[in-house]
């Protein structure tokens, strides 16, 4: 069987996302990729089917509309995937959805891109301060159980000397019948915890409306400035992504990550280093 890759393009609704994943398959890609536009399917409501451009206007292999809901998102991704027929060596699949935080981790994808429009203020991107404070307490006060995920991820040696938080009682002690308990901790551990390497991300994360968590862990972030408002908020923008992005990957990881232009405008030289970026990737998944 031939090998997919599945390149997963998210980011909020009218970003510009199939424009991009269209550009990508004529000027970016080696072969003819398979296109699915993932719809979630809102409760009560009927699938539907749903006009598409056709596939002689496109450089593409096939294009599909799947619809899905939060429970059943793991099986549709991986069923259609499964699906489409061979088209290359390896096939490469263009997995487009919105920033639906379900579909983040619901399959295995090779690489991730991030498409969004020009914000109209910083808001629309960040958290307020005064947003970004109650969701921090909310993960500080979370259960137990919540705490136990977190902290997993270290050995019990490394907690004092890494985080500086210390569970109330041992691990062993826990059980998933009883009622979680919190975890208490003062301003000093709360400081340590949150210049670990976990607290970084996650005090990031916090930073970031929901709807654009997606582009921490992403390998390309489009900030299309073809959609929405090209102003002063979108530099100031780009400046804060260019700071959150710089403290989670550090500066070299950070090189070429996020490109602020409009993809239409293809004199653009932003927009030129955006499609050698593009190109690189798929040609190092065909290779």
Known sequence: MIPKKVIFVSGP??????????????EAMRQRPHHVRLVPLLPGARPHLQLVRPISETNLASSRRVEYTASSCFEAIAETIQSLPPAGS???????????????????????????PAPSDVFEVFRTPEQAAVALRKVMEDTASFAAEIFGLFDDDQLEEEIGLFQTESRADWSWKRPAQAIEVDETQLRNFLDSPIGVEIASRIQLQPEYHGLVE???????????????????????LDMLL??????????????????????????????????????????
Do not use: W
């Open 13 to 26: 609704s009218g970003a510009g996302k199939t424009e991009l994943v269209n550009m990508m398959a004529g």
């Open 218 to 240: 992403s390998d390309v972030i489009l900030l299309n400035t073809a959609v929405g408002a090209a102003n002063d908020i979108m530099d100031e923008v780009n400046r804060r």
């Open 90 to 116: 390896p096939d490469i699949v263009l997995l487009e959805a919105g920033g639906d935080p379900c579909l983040r981790y619901a399959y295995p994808y090779d690489r991730r891109i991030f498409v969004m």
């Open 246 to 287: 710089g403290r989670i990957r550090g500066q070299v990881q950070n090189d070429g990550l996020l490109f602020c232009c409009d993809p239409f405008e293809s004199g653009d030289p932003r927009r030129v280093k955006l499609f050698e970026k593009l190109s690189l990737m798929n040609h190092a998944l065909a290779s």
